[in-house]
T-cell receptor
Framework: EAGVTQFPSHSVIEKGQTVTLRCDPI?????LYWYRRVMGKEIKFLLH????????ESGMPNNRFLAERTGGTYSTLKVQPAELEDSGVYFC????????????FGSGTQLSVL | DAKTTQPPSMDCAEGRAANLPCNHS???????VYWYRQIHSQGPQYIIH???NNETNEMASLIITEDRKSSTLILPHATLRDTAVYYC????????????FGTGTRLQVFP
């Protein structure tokens, strides 16, 4: 069984540019999450999808971040325009039924904004 | 979510048991204890969770004190590949997927 897949593994962009991160959850997992660790800080929750609907987006830092999950399968996280403080590792996770279930994490996308 | 406290780092000899403590003195009745770990350059990995009974799976054992104010994650035979940061998390029911990772314990397994 394939795990959670994230693409790209690394991205280097200049301040002001746009970057789109992609996450493919484990097949059949309705719940999809985005987390991130920025600049040596702790891993923080960003948002949670149930199928194609945003269940909780309380962790999204500002309106430069846009997450989508069209069709309830893969998800994208777009940062536009990127700022220096957005640099970090962005993790995607999925789970089968949500609350109470363990989360399966991808290996993350290392984003560097120069 | 209950606040958890873990030592910042620990060492363990390969082949020996690694016992990682966690204090969660403010935990309430509906809050589980979850353990995840992050091996360098990988995403967090679920290890085990429990409410009040001790739990064991193929990766580890979780011992929760009777008053539930603390717990210990046990890796029975640590290997070099167990070197990682271990996170003890006590989310409230309904927040078990909105995890608060904290700083964790950095476990170094040495030969």
């Amino acid at each position: 069984e394939a795990g959670v897949t994230q693409f790209p593994s690394h991205s280097v962009i200049e301040k002001g540019q746009t970057v789109t991160l992609r996450c493919d959850p484990i097949s059949g997992h309705d719940n999809l999450y985005w987390y991130r660790r920025v600049m040596g800080k702790e891993i923080k929750f960003l948002l949670h999808f149930v199928k194609e609907s945003k269940q909780d987006e309380s962790g999204m830092p500002n309106n430069r971040f846009l997450a989508e999950r069209t069709g309830g399968t893969y998800s994208t996280l777009k940062v536009q325009p990127a700022e220096l403080e957005d640099s970090g590792v962005y993790f995607c996770a999925s789970s089968l039924t949500g609350s109470g279930e363990k989360l399966f994490f991808g290996s993350g996308t290392q984003l560097s904004v120069l | 979510d209950a606040k958890t406290t873990q030592p910042p780092s620990m060492d363990c000899a390969e082949g020996r048991a690694a016992n990682l403590p966690c204090n969660h003195s403010t935990i309430s009745g509906n809050e589980y204890v979850y353990w995840y770990r992050q091996i360098h350059s990988q995403g967090p990995q679920y290890i085990i969770h429990g409410l009040k009974n001790n739990e064991t799976n193929e990766m580890a054992s979780l011992i929760i004190t009777e008053d539930r104010k603390s717990s210990t994650l046990i890796l029975p035979h640590a290997t070099l590949r167990d070197t990682a940061v271990y996170y003890c998390i006590a989310p409230s029911w309904g927040n078990t997927d909105k995890l608060i990772f904290g700083t964790g314990t950095r476990l170094q397994v040495f030969p």
